[in-house]
């Protein structure tokens, strides 16, 4: 079993910037895909970036360029820097470990963009 918990979550005005941290326990962290997910109210849950254990990225659209997604093994912690932040990134953000068929969230932490 994994437990994830996301923090670094809060209120930012437009082209600021945020950092979110996940921290993971129960099982070998560097074997595991991750990835950061939102959904913002009335909106279906969508991948906003993810980091597989070899190291290789991917991202969203809407956020190359902005959004940067690393993890650190040691610490067992993925990141989610978040530049140049927009009214639209506001959602509620989920951490996500996966691997093979087990999948796992956090408890997701709440990004809100506005002046």
């Known amino acids: 079993q994994v437990q994830l918990v996301e923090s670094g979550g809060g209120l930012v005005q437009p082209g600021g910037s945020l950092r979110l941290s996940c921290e993971s326990s129960?099982?070998?962290?560097?074997?595991?895909?991750l990835g950061w997910y939102r959904q913002a109210p009335g909106k279906q849950r969508e991948l906003v970036a993810v980091i597989i254990s070899g190291g290789s990225t991917n991202y969203a659209d809407s956020v190359k360029g902005r959004f940067t997604i690393s993890r650190d093994n040691a610490k067992n912690t993925v990141h989610l820097q978040m530049n140049s932040l927009k009214p639209e990134d506001t959602a509620v953000y989920y951490c996500?470990?996966?691997?093979?068929?087990?999948?796992?969230w956090g408890q997701g932490t709440q990004v809100t963009v506005s002046s």
């Open positions: 129960g099982d070998i962290f560097s074997l595991y895909n």
């Open positions: 996500n470990s996966y691997r093979g068929l087990h999948t796992y």
